[in-house]
């Protein structure tokens, strides 16, 4: 059964960088059939995708953090990172890794399978 | 960027009540549409995806429908464990976008 567990601290300063971690078990982060993707959810809001890295090893990010984003895989540790820079009051969310089984070409996926537990991130002084 | 927008934001059903939740894309996103259910303090969980395909393990009183730009999810026979949020969401481009929620209540 995979499994995928996101990692980081819980709290950071205001114009800092937000570095996190999803450790997949139970798969191969290398597999060909799955992208992988961040998605956060500040409280009480709705879900905001972040970033995906397909198989290819391209990259997408929302237009509004694409200037702050970094998404990355290590395949010889089987986890996903995220890079989150400058943040403000406003990256505040619980922040998920999630796979996307690859939907048949170009940008095309079949939704999220499987998610994180989800890390709570608040930032503050 | 696509827009998604999921009606109603809110319902009240009862127990064995038979609900829809209406998702509407800002262009064709042809069968790339996806449902979610989220409980309080948990990841959400994937239940219908290309529009109208059950996720593994979801019991069959789910169901999606639709194509292009209108979608639906039915519930049918409301059971206590699916007063939840649900979410739709399209995986046809670029940002991934998903609609607002919908919270299902107990009346």
């Known amino acids: 059964q995979l499994q995928l567990q996101e990692s980081g601290p819980s709290l950071v300063k205001p114009s800092e960088t937000l570095s996190l971690t999803c450790s997949v078990s139970?798969?191969?982060?290398?597999?060909?059939?799955?992208?992988w993707g961040w998605i956060r959810q500040p409280p009480g809001k709705g879900l905001e995708w972040i970033a995906t890295i397909y198989h290819s090893g391209n990259t997408d990010y929302s237009p509004s953090l694409k200037s702050r984003v970094t998404i990355s895989v290590d395949t010889s540790k089987n986890h996903l990172s995220l890079r989150l820079s400058s943040v403000t009051a406003a990256d505040t969310a619980t922040y998920y890794c999630a796979r996307e089984p690859d939907g048949g070409g170009y940008k095309f996926a079949w939704g999220f399978d499987y998610w994180g537990h989800g890390i709570p991130v608040t930032v503050s002084s | 960027d696509i827009q998604m927008t999921q009606s109603p934001s809110s319902l009240s059903a009862s127990l064995g009540d038979t609900v829809t939740i209406t998702c509407r894309a800002s262009?064709?996103?042809?069968?790339?549409l996806n449902w979610y259910q989220q409980k309080p303090g948990k990841a959400p969980k994937l239940l219908i995806y290309a529009a109208s395909n059950l996720q593994s393990g979801v019991p069959s009183r789910f169901s999606g429908s639709g194509s292009g730009t209108d979608f639906t999810l039915t519930v049918s026979s409301l059971q206590p464990e699916d007063f939840a949020t649900y979410y739709c969401?399209?995986?046809?481009?670029?940002?991934?976008?998903f609609g607002q929620g919908t919270k299902v209540e107990i009346k």
């Open positions: 262009q064709s996103i042809t069968s790339y």
């Open positions: 969401q399209q995986s046809y481009n670029v940002p991934r976008t």
């Open positions: 139970g798969g191969s982060i290398s597999s060909t059939s799955y992208h």
